[in-house]
């Protein structure tokens, strides 16, 4: 099942099925190339009751909502990551990418789900780059969230968007409709 430009649907992000995270996000492109949404300024986060196995609030539990120009996600199928798009200033000038290592994203009627992988590439308009939370990846493996061979993977796949380069993606002076509101969770958000 496609999706339509516009419509809204549900980030959800969980470990070993275990909901932590949940965001509604709205659709601007459902293609076989890729799935690209939009997480407006305001939108707020969900955290379902002991969603975060891990002994602490999750870390964006302080946060009531995107701050910022909102968020633009570019998710290609069977990716081991996403390229989410910055902007910012006052005239809304693009800031950068930064590649979200993660699970493949799957497809469930008006949501998809993942698992972030924690380790980040921020990459300026310039092309230099630089690795994002090398060290608390490295924390996770004797918490139990990763073994050390999906550490490994998970870096492999870093390496691998750095090899092919896929940037600019085209996404770079998007700018969101004004009149869009921002979304609201549906019903049933937080089930498992």
Known sequence: MRWEPGDVVVWREAWRGRLYCVSPVRVLEDSDESIVAYLAEGTRF?????????????????????????????HRPGSAHTV????????????????????????????????????????????????????????????????????????????RVLAEWPFPTGWEEWTPDPSWPVPEFPAHWNRT
């Open 46 to 74: 969900g955290f379902p009751p002991g969603g975060w196995p891990f002994g602490e609030a999750h870390p964006w539990a302080g946060r009531g909502g995107w701050a910022g120009h909102g968020l633009l996600i570019q």
């Open 84 to 159: 989410w798009h910055f902007w910012e200033g006052d005239d809304r000038r693009f800031a950068g990418w930064y590649v979200n290592m993660q699970e493949p994203y799957r497809r469930d009627g008006r949501s998809f789900e993942t698992q972030d992988h924690e380790l980040d590439i921020w990459i300026r308009p310039d092309g230099s780059w630089e690795w994002q939370d090398e060290a608390e990846l490295e924390e996770w493996v004797p918490r139990g969230r990763f073994t050390r061979d999906e550490v490994s993977e998970i870096r492999a796949e870093g390496e």
